[in-house]
């Protein structure tokens, strides 16, 4: 998995914007995402890129808008991956 450190700082502001990162709401180290997804209104290929390095996980959103809506989201992989990267413990909200 070499290949994740291969990750551009567009993908990473766009993994911080999918799960609504914000600094002011570190607590202790610790972030709680309250959403997780980004939604685009085709394929992406910064996300794709993501997905195929197991950072990332896509399926078809039928309601969104554009040709061929797509539904990213981080894997667990991706909330680790970031969290080391932003030295801060990432767990999605109940």
């Not at 990750?7 to 610790?30: L, N, S």
């Not at 797509?70 to 909330?79: K, M, N, R, V």
Request: aromatic share 10%; proline share 1%.
């Amino acid at each position: 998995m070499n290949d994740v450190l291969n990750v551009t700082a567009t993908q990473i502001d766009d993994m911080k914007h999918c799960i609504g990162f914000a600094i002011q709401r570190v607590k202790r180290g610790k972030y709680k995402a309250y959403r997780n997804r980004y939604i685009a209104s085709d394929d992406n290929r910064g996300w794709d890129d993501l997905v195929s390095k197991g950072l990332a996980r896509k399926q078809s959103f039928k309601n969104g808008s554009g040709e061929n809506p797509q539904l990213y989201y981080l894997s667990e992989e991706g909330f680790r991956f970031l969290g080391g990267l932003l030295e801060v413990k990432i767990t999605e909200m109940d």
